[in-house]
């Protein structure tokens, strides 16, 4: 989909959003290739509109950026995501919740969601400004686990503000200075801060002409402001205030990670790659919007969703007293959407997701497929015009050289000569670009159009210094995938 229609789209979603949730107010944005190409917003009768520099609390978009922090300490040698957060919390060692016979958690279960503790929503959300003493306190007299780490996800904010510690006692910093020093300053993301100075400002943004959204709370009655909470113990989970811009910068950040951006970034392509990948699977659902099915898990601070038709969507959702907010963008694509709603618990996870999946939809199939062929060796793509020219005409020499020592083995080589000059008379043949199938840099498969009927071919390569091919077949019918 071309930007002009994209925008349309979404402004128009948006508008229906605000009206069908009662949101006085979203912001919201497109981004392409890294670069905020749209932005928009919307706000009820009387209010003046949003913009994309207007900061709204994030919420719990915020654990991207607690996440993004412990790979870059894990990647300076400062901390291991395997040590246990006993390590580092030396106080909270025996009364994370776990048998004593069972396994501590660690700093990758916290994480990946999966320490062990029961979903926190929304006590969590209320324990935004508790003094760090206080959370310590909390620590010590002990916690609750509904299981040992490791084994199920299970969505706890609990785990963040522990990561919020684990990171401050590394360091011996404040857990706010090392995101902002890390993360904030180098991407140059002004007016992203943990604190609000009144309504106009950020207290430690350097930007002093922020305009800080009001947040609203239903009541009986209505809508209600909702005062804006201090930092505290449990900002890691939440407490982020930020602006389409900014936000649109830090989605751009991470997903060119899936290209080949340059490596001297706050953190490495490789360590936003990890962020990005499953850990954990969630649940599997049916997707209503591709008509497909997609597999939702949980990598570190981020979810991912991989839908059957679409592929992969990497999102985050944000839901605090007086606000909601969501990221999300397809890498294969490199389209993202962001929007912030100034009521509390907005569902804009509700509204993004179909809109985003509607503009990548005619394009997804095709940018997925040519990731994946970009992606494999160059030796597999030799290895596919090898299994052509044997197709074409068969050449026991090139066996020999080509073949790994288990071809002859599983089939005999005679067996395998008849079986493909039988189907080489269908020739002669062209390769069809759009159905190839990628399993691996090194496993492919591909159709061969023929003048008197189609050939499927598929190479699969060893793992030597330099690979020849382990499996050489041709399949007269499309084999069962």
Not at 151 to 174: C, H, K, M, P, S
Not at 237 to 261: K, N, P, Q
Not at 417 to 423: I, T, V
Request: net charge negative.
């Amino acid at each position: 989909m071309d930007i002009a229609r994209a925008a349309a789209l979404v402004d128009e979603r948006m508008a229906q959003a605000a009206d069908e949730y009662a949101i006085p107010a979203i912001a919201y944005g497109l981004v392409l290739g890294g670069e905020l190409v749209h932005a928009g917003a919307v706000a009820a009768e009387g209010e003046r509109p949003p913009t994309r520099s207007s900061a709204f609390r994030i919420a719990s978009m915020t654990k991207s950026f607690t996440a993004a922090t412990v790979l870059a300490l894990r990647d300076r040698g400062v901390l291991a995501l395997d040590d246990p957060v006993g390590t580092w919390l030396p106080w909270a060692a025996e009364r994370l919740g776990q048998p004593a016979s069972g396994p501590q958690p660690t700093i990758r279960h916290l994480l990946t969601m999966t320490a062990g503790f029961p979903t926190d929503d929304p006590w969590g959300d209320r324990q935004e400004s508790l003094p760090l003493a206080d959370f310590d306190a909390l620590v010590a007299r002990g916690l609750s686990a509904c299981r040992p780490p490791g084994l199920e996800f299970e969505y706890a904010n609990l785990g963040y503000a522990l990561l919020g510690r684990v990171i401050a006692q590394a360091t011996g910093a404040d857990y706010r200075q090392v995101v902002r020093d890390t993360l904030l300053v180098p991407l140059g993301m002004e007016r992203t801060a943990y604190d609000v100075d009144g309504g106009t400002t950020r207290a430690s943004a350097a930007s002093p002409d922020t305009r800080v959204m009001t947040g609203f709370h239903p009541v009986a009655g209505g809508l209600v402001p909702e005062p804006a909470t201090a930092s505290g113990a449990f900002s890691p989970m939440g407490g982020l205030w930020s602006t389409v811009e900014d936000l649109a910068r830090w989605i751009g950040f991470l997903e060119a990670a899936w290209s080949d951006d340059p490596s001297d970034t706050p953190l490495s392509r490789w360590s936003r790659r990890e962020m990005q990948r499953p850990h954990i699977l969630a649940r599997v659902e049916e997707s209503a919007g591709s008509g497909g099915a997609a597999a939702h898990s949980y990598g570190m601070g981020l979810h991912v969703s991989d839908d059957t038709r679409l592929g992969r969507f990497v999102h985050h959702s944000g839901g605090y007293p007086g606000f909601g907010s969501h990221m999300r963008w397809h890498p294969d694509t490199r389209w993202g959407i962001v929007a912030l709603g100034n009521r509390t618990y907005a569902p804009l996870g509700k509204a993004c997701p179909p809109i985003l999946e509607e503009i990548v939809a005619d394009e997804a199939a095709q940018a997925g497929r040519a990731r994946a062929v970009n992606g494999l060796w160059p030796r597999t793509r030799e290895a596919m015009a090898v299994a052509e020219s044997l197709l074409a005409f068969w050449d026991d020499g090139i066996v020999d050289e080509w073949g790994a020592m288990n071809l002859d083995l599983d089939q005999s080589r005679a067996e395998r000569r008849a079986h493909w000059q039988a189907l080489g008379h269908r020739g002669p043949f062209h390769r069809d670009d759009d159905a190839i199938e990628v399993r691996s840099p090194a496993h492919v498969r591909w159709r061969a159009e023929g003048r008197s009927g189609d050939v499927w071919l598929e190479v699969l390569l060893t793992p030597e210094s330099r690979p020849r091919i382990q499996t050489l077949a041709a399949y007269g019918e499309r084999p069962i995938p």
